[in-house]
Structure formats: C-alpha cells, structure tokens
T-cell receptor, first 116, second 113 residues
C-alpha cells in the first residue's frame, strides 16, 4: 500500500549506459515531481508534471527525459550516463493547491544511482 | 525569487537537550511552510506544516511558528531523543508558481545518548 513507489531502489551501471527509473503514486494526486539529492543531501527539483503536462523543467541536461503516461506515473529516463549523475533520485507527488490540502509533498523512498 | 535559508549543520546534541534549527524564507506570494525529516536511508516525510501567518505546526514534540514579520519558521523541540537523529529540511510552497516547492539545504542532527 505504498503511496509513492519507485523502482529500482538501487541502480549500479557503467558510464555511457541508458537507464530508467519508474514512479507510481496511488494517492490520486495531480502533480508529480523528480528531485535529485546529491551526496551533501542538497535537494534539487528537476521536473514537475501536472496531470501529464510538464509544468516545471529546471536546468537539467537533455540527457534526462521524463515521461508521464498518465497522472499516476512519472518515469525518468537517463541517456549516456555520466559520473556526475550519481545521486539519489526522489519521486514525489502532491495534490494541486486549491484541490485538496496545502499541496504538501509525498516522497518515494528514493532510487540510488551509482555510475562507475 | 522564492527561497529558503536554513541553519547549516551538522548539529550534535546530547539526549534531552533543547533543539532549534533556524529557517528564514523569501517569497513573493503567500507561502505555505513545511518541515520535512529524512531518516537514514529513507525518503523525506512531512514533519509539520503551517499555511498562514501565526499558525503553529506541531508533531512528535516538534514545533514551528509561521512568523511573517521576521519571515521565519524555526524548528524547536524541548527534549531530543536518539531517534530524532536525521536530516531536517525547511521548505516553502507558493501555489501561484505551479505548486513549486523550495527546499533549504538540510540540517543534519545527531543525538548522542
């Protein structure tokens, strides 16, 4: 019954490979996000989708491509992986403000990506 | 632009000590304010929140008051436990920016017995 689930939890791969991380939420939220957390715990927003539409696209290399097949899923595909992509990637969701609550974020458990 | 500045860590306290982690914000609209906690190896989870000025959020013995006059939302706990060891993030959300969340840099807290 996990609210926001992401897979895989751990990913170890070689430089230059392509990988994907999947995220699903069963909370009925309209908005989903991808965050990157570096080794110093700093959280950086990467993308946000509201009802399958991209609404936030921060300065992220275009090797990163999000895909939202429906409002319950937001996947992250990364091409040509580099050493600097090593981090923990968090998926999150929130109700769009005005629809319910204060729009607080609900996070997945994270996917730790290690690029060798 | 909108942003959050929080006290740098790491912070190390003895059990039962008083905790304060400072957080100040800059926002163009009327933000909601949050404290999130990240335990080792886990994702972030909401600790407490406040949606308007003078609101006090509280949970698990932690408290924070939304102070518009000082643009602050400091986190406090009267007596910390070893189990409170975690990273704490202050955050704000402004609905007129597409529900964008702005996080502080996180403050690592270690409580020693």
């Amino acid at each position: 019954d996990t609210a926001v689930s992401q897979t895989p939890k751990y990913l170890v791969t070689q430089m230059g490979n392509d990988k994907s991380i999947k995220c699903e939420q069963n909370l009925g939220h309209d908005t989903m996000y991808w965050y990157k957390q570096d080794s110093k715990k700093f959280l950086k927003i990467m993308f946000s989708y509201n009802n399958k539409e991209l609404i936030i696209n921060e300065t992220v290399p275009n090797r990163f491509s999000p895909k939202s097949p429906d409002k319950a899923h937001l996947n992250l595909h990364i091409n040509s992986l580099e050493l600097g992509d090593s981090a923990v990637y968090f998926c999150a969701s929130s109700p769009f403000p005005g629809t319910a609550g204060t729009g607080e974020l609900f996070f997945g458990e994270g996917s730790r990506l290690t690029v060798l | 632009g909108d942003s959050v500045t929080q006290m740098e860590g790491p912070v190390t306290l003895s059990e039962e000590a008083f905790l304060t982690i400072n957080c100040t914000y800059t926002a163009t609209g009327y933000p909601s304010l949050f404290w999130y906690v990240q335990y080792p190896g886990e994702g972030l989870q909401l600790l407490l929140k406040a949606t308007k000025a003078d609101d006090k959020g509280s949970n698990k013995g932690f408290e924070a008051t939304y102070r518009k006059e000082t643009t602050s939302f400091h986190l406090e706990k009267g007596s910390v436990q070893v189990s409170d060891s975690a990273v704490y993030f202050c955050a704000l959300s402004v609905s007129n920016t597409g529900n964008q969340f702005y996080f502080g840099t996180g403050t690592s807290l270690t409580v020693i017995p």
